[in-house]
């Protein structure tokens, strides 16, 4: 079955994506605070604000706004840096993450704040927290602390409109949110049909853009083929033949 063409509108994006059977994707504080600053800068650079975020053991959430149409390039900096981060630190190889990130396009305010109480309930779900902002790895805890990531979130609809800890209390998803979501997720069928001229994936030359080492090129080719590019086109691109292209896919899997 095709993949779906990656929306790629520029506007407000639900990501989320996990480690390779669900292994986890955090090992320790400072793990947490290096996807931090990856995000951060990749928010800088793709000019994209950071709305809301919930960093689980072996996923995360991210609510985004992209000003502009390159959600997959904003990714791509995030997630490969990251697993070049982790590879390295604990020296591991193969493949770090389950596969292409998971991502809804956002078109309605009531959509955004569901999507908030269900990103930011996601560690009392998991046991992890007892209420709202309680996990130090959420946008409603750093702001209750007074810690927000300022270089990504400075313009949070969150940062901006809650100014009291007791607006927490509010962010309880109950019966008509899950509805909300049931119903939005209908919805979103006939959304991606519309916007289905409108939305593309990553192009080739995004793929294999500043690639100076094999490990890139090799990552670069691994992300290109998630994205649904055949080998041929790949082998095309690079100016290779498809046969080499295969070993390379090959010693990357072993690898």
């Known amino acids: 079955m095709p993949r779906r063409p990656r929306v790629e509108l520029s506007g407000f994006h639900h990501i989320i994506n996990r480690g390779v059977n669900k292994s986890d994707i955090y090992m320790c504080d400072d793990d947490y605070e290096i996807f931090l600053m ?3 800068k990749a928010c800088k650079n793709y000019r994209v604000i950071l709305h809301d975020y919930c960093l689980m053991s072996n996923h995360y959430h991210l609510l985004v706004e ?3 149409e390159n959600l997959s390039l904003f990714m791509k900096h995030i997630n490969s840096n990251y697993a070049i981060y982790v590879n390295k630190k604990y020296k591991r190889s193969g493949h770090f993450w389950q596969g292409r990130f998971y991502s809804r396009y956002i078109n309605s305010d009531a959509y955004f704040y569901t999507l908030v109480k269900y990103i930011e309930q996601n560690p009392i779900e998991a046991g992890m927290a007892q209420s709202v902002g309680e996990h130090p790895y959420t946008l ?3 702001i209750k602390n007074k810690t927000t990531p300022i270089e990504c979130s400075l313009h949070s609809k969150l ?4 100014k009291d800890i007791d607006m927490f209390i509010g962010l309880t998803l109950n019966e008509e949110d899950i509805k909300t979501l049931h119903t939005i997720e209908q919805q ?3 959304l991606n049909e519309n916007v289905k001229s409108l939305a593309y994936t990553q192009s080739l030359d995004s793929h294999f853009k500043d690639i100076s ?5 090799d990552t ?3 992300q290109a083929l998630s994205d649904g590019y055949t080998q041929a086109q790949i ?6 033949s498809r046969a080499r292209v295969s070993q390379m896919v090959k010693k990357f899997k072993d690898s």
């Open 66 to 68: 992209c000003e502009l």
């Open 140 to 142: 409603l805890w750093a």
């Open 38 to 40: 990856i995000v951060c």
């Open 235 to 240: 082998a095309r691109h690079l100016g290779v």
């Open 220 to 222: 670069a080719i691994h």
């Open 159 to 162: 940062i901006d409109e809650i």
């Open 188 to 190: 979103k069928v006939l």
């Open 213 to 217: 080492t094999k490990l890139l090129r």
